[in-house]
């Protein structure tokens, strides 16, 4: 039996690289020299790992060696009954997990702060989404209530799943336990996009991580753990999930060459968490609250108090600051930051985050204290976005949307038409529309807005078009 001090992909992989082999195989640069120098110069050791399904590498489709011994030891470590390492980031553990459980036509709850890695795999399944609405504050998409969960199980009570993103990318989690009560009476499968919340298992002080309570969930191992982007996991925590069904799903999602590089790194970071996890998420936390405090004395932040008042927990380790509570511009202060080569996790006019991760040092907390000492003042202008629109109707489920006619128009007249593809502040990437909700006035407003203040908008082009359902 393995034990969590080893890391079999990662050991295997490191002693293979200082022997010399002749590849006659892909990739085709043969461990580094066939590589354009300037990227040998700079990936060489990168490149000794990047292999293929040779003998004594394993598949990771088909695992019976050092691959399904890294997966079992991550499984173990997260208290699952399978875990899946992932080469397309959670993006393809978004698509993986739906598609293991929803048929097309089946319902599934969303909660409406889902990223839009979710809008594919509404396409992919043909499953048809009820939206849940998010509680927002400030201009930020937060979580879904126990209370949103409940309503939305009276309303379609044929629901197969449930899926919600917790934590936020602000770091705003829900309160799984009542919600997986709630689905667990109605019999629903419990879907997290846990991307953020990879180290919530590591201290009590952070929110309770999702595997205690849903069926499946993934995490974004490059976003919290230190693993190569887009590294990534998925847990599967529950016998009533179709094993052989969701590695087909997660078969066809992903690239059928998958980096070895990053399914390496996503091995060493479990030895690490294992052996240090709970001393390597004290320090996040310490780092994070030592700048928490040195940004507080300028701006306000988004409090962990504020959010136990809605019955949401929050993670310390995203800082969000309320730019617009405080009647200036986040992206003036973002770029004022960059200025000071500080880069921020994502910056809009009404808020600006930033996160604190195990690779952050702590004499960095005294550059960003001495940026903004002699940082000129920030615009004071009221940058606040028109209120996040209410939920769009539904004229078709996304799949549909996929299929039928679409052509561009001017988001001006765009209103009332429905939307072909999703319309998406990026970041945070949570889409305003999915495909197949109409625009409605207030999104026209609000995109028109975003896009005025400098927010990139994915789903609509440089003259301000959008892909529409073409009227038939
Ligand atoms: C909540 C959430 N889920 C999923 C993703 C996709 O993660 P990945 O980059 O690992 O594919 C993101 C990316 O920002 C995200 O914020």
């Known amino acids: 039996m393995m034990k969590q001090s080893q890391a079999p992909l990662w050991e295997y992989l490191d002693r293979r690289r200082q022997e010399e082999h002749v590849w006659l195989h892909v990739p085709a640069h043969g461990g580094g020299t066939g590589l354009p120098p300037e990227v040998r110069e700079a990936f060489g050791s990168y490149a000794r790992f990047d292999l293929t399904e040779l003998p004594g590498c394993d598949d990771l489709f088909h695992p019976t060696g050092i691959i399904a011994a890294a997966q079992q030891l991550a499984a173990e470590l997260w208290q699952a009954e399978a875990t899946y390492f992932l080469a397309g980031g959670a993006s393809a553990g978004?698509?993986?997990?739906?598609?293991?459980?929803?048929?097309?036509?089946?319902?599934?709850?969303?909660?409406?702060?889902?990223?839009?890695?979710?809008?594919?795999?509404?396409?992919?399944?043909?499953?048809?989404?009820?939206?849940?609405?998010?509680?927002?504050?400030?201009?930020?998409?937060?979580?879904?209530?126990?209370?949103?969960?409940?309503?939305?199980?009276?309303?379609?009570?044929?629901?197969?799943?449930?899926?919600?993103?917790?934590?936020?990318?602000?770091?705003?989690?829900?309160?799984?336990?009542?919600?997986?009560?709630?689905?667990?009476?109605?019999?629903?499968?419990?879907?997290?996009?846990?991307?953020?919340?990879?180290?919530?298992?590591?201290?009590?002080?952070?929110?309770?991580?999702?595997?205690?309570?849903?069926?499946?969930?993934?995490?974004?191992?490059?976003?919290?753990?230190?693993?190569?982007?887009?590294?990534?996991?998925l847990h599967c925590h529950s016998s009533r999930v179709d094993r052989r069904r969701l590695q087909d799903a997660l078969q066809a999602v992903q690239t059928t060459s998958p980096p070895y590089p990053l399914l390496a790194s996503l091995d060493a970071v479990r030895r690490r968490m294992a052996l240090q996890g709970e001393k390597v998420v004290r320090e996040m936390l310490a780092q994070a609250r030592k700048l928490r405090r040195v940004l507080a004395a300028h701006f306000p932040l988004l409090a962990a108090e504020d959010m136990a008042r809605l019955g949401f927990s929050l993670d310390e380790t995203r800082i969000t600051i309320m730019t617009a509570r405080a009647g200036v511009d986040g992206l003036e202060l973002g770029s004022l930051l960059a200025a000071c080569k500080i880069e921020v996790e994502f910056m809009q006019p009404h808020a600006v985050l930033a996160i604190v991760g195990p690779g952050y040092k702590p004499d960095w907390t005294e550059r960003v204290a001495a940026c903004l000492q002699d940082m000129p003042?920030?615009?004071?202008?009221?940058?606040?976005?028109?209120?996040?629109?209410?939920?769009?109707?539904?004229?078709?489920?996304?799949?549909?949307?996929?299929?039928?006619?679409?052509?561009?128009?001017?988001?001006?007249?765009a209103a009332g038409l429905v939307a072909a593809a999703p319309l998406v502040c990026y970041p945070p990437g949570i889409p305003l529309v999915f495909p197949g909700e109409e625009i409605t006035s207030a999104v026209v407003e609000y995109l028109l807005a975003a896009r005025k203040a400098g927010v990139a908008v994915h789903g609509m082009d440089e003259q301000e078009q959008v892909r529409v359902i073409a009227e038939v």
Request: net charge positive; aromatic share 6%; hydrophobic share 45%.
């Open 377 to 413: 003042p920030v615009r004071e202008k009221n940058m606040r976005l028109p209120p996040l629109p209410a939920l769009p109707p539904a004229r078709y489920t996304p799949r549909e949307a996929w299929f039928l006619p679409s052509a561009l128009a001017a988001l001006p007249d």
């Open 94 to 233: 978004v698509r993986a997990m739906l598609a293991a459980v929803c048929n097309p036509g089946d319902d599934v709850l969303v909660g409406r702060n889902a990223h839009k890695s979710l809008a594919d795999a509404l396409v992919f399944t043909g499953a048809v989404p009820r939206y849940l609405a998010a509680e927002s504050r400030d201009g930020l998409l937060l979580n879904v209530t126990p209370q949103a969960v409940r309503e939305g199980l009276r309303r379609h009570p044929r629901a197969k799943a449930l899926f919600l993103t917790s934590p936020s990318y602000n770091g705003v989690a829900a309160d799984l336990a009542a919600i997986a009560e709630i689905a667990r009476e109605a019999g629903v499968f419990l879907l997290v996009d846990e991307a953020h919340g990879a180290h919530f298992k590591f201290a009590s002080e952070l929110p309770q991580p999702a595997g205690l309570f849903c069926d499946m969930c993934v995490q974004s191992w490059h976003k919290t753990l230190g693993a190569l982007t887009p590294g990534a996991v």
